[in-house]
């Protein structure tokens, strides 16, 4: 790509893990810094590009603009297949890391959202959401991760960039059951000692 993707970037939110994903695929790409005291996400050019006002948001050199974490993701790692950040279109393996993928934002983040932000309140139904229960989200994942290094096996993929980035929010932030896990826990730090990681927060 001759021009340089813009990632529209606070270090203080979930571009963290956009920023990681196109390091780990060797992108060009600038930073955008984006200031949420300065409310840069209400301003009328940058809701142009993202009328949720939110980062991560990821300008393309033609001008298509990407918003929503894990799209990002799997973005960069489709657009640079060389990093070998997922498998092959055709892999029976491509299933298995879009189940991983999606399950990052369809069941782990709501249901840490909802154990950590309705402490008060009733759990959701589990007959009526998606991920069920928090247990069960983290079960899930304890039980794979128990038996292969990544969710894919032997080999790192941006499935596990986005997982391990949400069980290592987690785990600073104290939801249930993460800190204690011993599978969850050296997971995180197999994903996170990677180089690109150690690039993302020297910068």
């Given amino acids: 790509m001759a021009d340089h993707l813009k990632l529209y970037h606070n270090p203080q939110s979930r571009a963290v893990i956009a920023h990681w994903a196109l390091e780990e695929a060797g992108a060009e790409y600038d930073l955008v810094p984006v200031d949420f005291q300065a409310g840069d996400t209400r301003r009328p050019d940058f809701l142009a590009l993202n009328p949720m006002g939110k980062v991560p948001t990821l300008l393309l050199p033609d001008g298509t603009v990407v918003t929503?974490?894990?799209?990002?993701?799997?973005?960069?790692?489709?657009?640079y297949p060389e990093a070998r950040l997922a498998p092959a279109p055709t892999s029976s393996q491509r299933g298995a890391y879009y189940r991983w993928l999606f399950f990052g934002s369809g069941c782990f983040e709501p249901a840490?959202?909802?154990?950590?932000m309705r402490k008060e309140a009733a759990p959701l139904p589990r007959s009526t959401v998606g991920w069920g229960t928090?247990?069960?989200?983290?079960?899930?994942?304890?039980?794979?991760?128990?038996?292969?290094?990544?969710?894919?096996?032997?080999?790192?993929?941006a499935?596990?960039?986005?997982?391990?980035s949400q069980?290592?929010?987690g785990s600073m932030f104290g939801a249930p059951r993460l800190k204690d896990s011993f599978v969850l826990q050296s997971y995180i730090e197999r994903c996170v000692g990677r180089e690109a990681h150690r690039r993302v927060n020297a910068g």
Avoid: C
């Avoid at 069960?136 to 990544?150: F, R, W």
């Avoid at 499935?159 to 391990?164: K, M, Q, R, S, T």
């Fill in 68 to 79: 929503e974490t894990p799209a990002i993701v799997a973005w960069a790692a489709d657009a």
């Fill in 112 to 116: 840490m959202t909802e154990v950590m």
């Fill in 134 to 157: 928090f247990d069960d989200v983290v079960s899930a994942l304890e039980g794979t991760l128990g038996k292969t290094p990544y969710l894919l096996g032997d080999g790192f993929s």
């Fill in 159 to 164: 499935a596990d960039l986005y997982i391990a």
């Fill in 167 to 169: 069980l290592s929010f």
